[in-house]
């Protein structure tokens, strides 16, 4: 059997968790930034789950799929990779946010940029 792209692969999960809303994931060891994050991403539309651990990031794929996913700083990191390889298993962008871009490994490193008025882009750094 072959493995699923992760377009497949996402479409799948959307539909065994329909979601009205776009639902951001956010991780970060600091309220600070995770509060910062959910606010940015509210404005933008999206109903924000914060995560202060990786594992925890990870247990929300059991009932509920991200449309974006927002990385900061985390001590899990082996869990941390876990969650990112999920992440883009199932076509989620993943985000790592400066100053925390270092969490994630350098080739999967992406930047969210935003500008008032216009949606989220992302760029590959």
């Known amino acids: 059997m072959r493995?699923?792209?992760?377009?497949?692969?996402?479409?799948?999960?959307?539909?065994?968790?329909?979601?009205k809303r776009r639902l951001a994931l956010v991780l970060a060891e600091s309220t600070v930034q995770r509060h910062w994050q959910e606010?940015?991403?509210?404005?933008?539309g999206y109903e924000v789950r914060c995560f202060q651990k990786a594992?925890?990031?990870?247990?929300?794929?059991?009932?509920?799929?991200?449309?974006?996913?927002?990385?900061?700083?985390?001590?899990d990191t082996e869990c941390l990779e876990l969650l990112i390889e999920?992440?883009?298993?199932?076509?989620?962008?993943?985000?790592?946010?400066e100053p925390f871009r270092?969490?994630?490994?350098?080739?999967?490193?992406?930047l969210f940029s935003r500008t008032r008025g216009h949606a989220p882009q992302w760029h590959h750094v």
């Open 86 to 97: 999920d992440l883009e298993r199932y076509g989620v962008p993943v985000t790592a946010v």
């Open 3 to 19: 493995e699923p792209d992760s377009d497949e692969a996402h479409s799948r999960a959307m539909t065994k968790y329909p979601q």
């Open 55 to 75: 594992w925890d990031a990870l247990a929300m794929f059991g009932t509920e799929m991200p449309d974006i996913g927002v990385i900061g700083q985390a001590q």
């Open 102 to 110: 270092d969490a994630m490994p350098p080739d999967r490193a992406v």
């Open 39 to 44: 606010r940015e991403l509210a404005r933008e």
